[in-house]
């Protein structure tokens, strides 16, 4: 599959068009940000072949820090019923004061430069994200001066899967803006699972259903969540998701 994939941007797509209409909002939509066959291809990818993990923050034992804990299948095995339980709903107490997050991913950057999965197709996918054709791409649209890479994970939202309200802010303000490239099809309001945008009085301005082939670029200093999927979702919600960012390059994938 690998040796298959033809990694390239639409060429249809106009990033002078998109450009525009991000400076009026800060957010736009691509739809067919690749091309069909491509988007069928990193679909089955993100569906078929990952190691999945279970993502969700724990505090310091100080309490002053946060610890995000990637939990394998295998860890999952090893744990057991009841010890994965009570991690679970500590992450549910803390969420009802509306800090937290419940996913599976796959951190692709960390798997590139950390060597995960020699050979697996999802590192031609990383390399895409970091290379000219898409960091530029990222630049046009945003109008930032510099972007020098992408971050990028893989995720999926299942039945109780979230991400509260929050916002992104880098360490030196080095995040541009936030990216994701939804793999999603026939995905219905009431499953929730969607993106957010959250005002100052807590009001949701706008929300967006997750969708195929579509690349949403935003300003990750608005307030932003990520509503909980139903226990009644017919499937996962599928997405890569990431920053374009100015700050040095790092390893291979930078």
């Given at each position: ?79 057991g019923r009841d010890a994965i339980s009570a991690q679970i709903g500590a992450v549910m107490q803390r969420a009802q004061k509306n800090y ?58 299942a039945r109780g899967h979230f991400l509260t309200r929050h916002v992104d802010e880098g360490h030196d303000q080095e995040r541009v803006a ?10 219905q309001t009431d499953w929730g699972g969607l993106l957010m945008l959250v005002e100052d009085g807590l009001d949701v301005s706008r929300a ?47």
């Open positions: 599959m690998s040796e298959s994939l033809n990694l390239r941007l639409n060429p249809a797509l106009d990033a002078a068009h998109w450009a525009s209409l991000y400076a009026q909002e800060k957010l736009v939509q691509i739809p067919d940000v690749f091309e069909p066959e491509l988007a069928d291809q990193i679909s089955a990818i993100l569906r078929d072949t990952l190691n999945w993990r279970i993502v969700f923050p724990e505090p310091t034992p100080g309490g002053d820090g946060e610890i995000v804990v990637q939990l394998t299948q295998q860890d999952v095995q090893r744990m937290g997050y419940l996913y599976d991913a796959y951190p692709m950057i960390q798997a590139y430069t950390s060597h995960w999965d020699p050979g697996h197709p999802v590192h031609r996918i990383t390399e895409f994200l970091n290379s000219p054709e898409f960091l530029q791409f990222g630049r046009t649209v945003t109008g930032a001066p510099v972007v020098t890479k992408a971050d990028a994970q893989a995720t999926r939202y936030a990216y994701t490239l939804g793999f999603t099809r026939n995905w967006f259903l997750p969708r195929f082939n579509m690349l949403s670029i935003f300003d990750g200093r608005r307030m932003h969540a990520v509503s909980p999927v139903s226990p009644f979702a017919g499937e996962g919600r599928y997405q890569i998701t990431g920053w374009f960012r100015n700050d040095a390059p790092a390893g291979a994938a930078g």
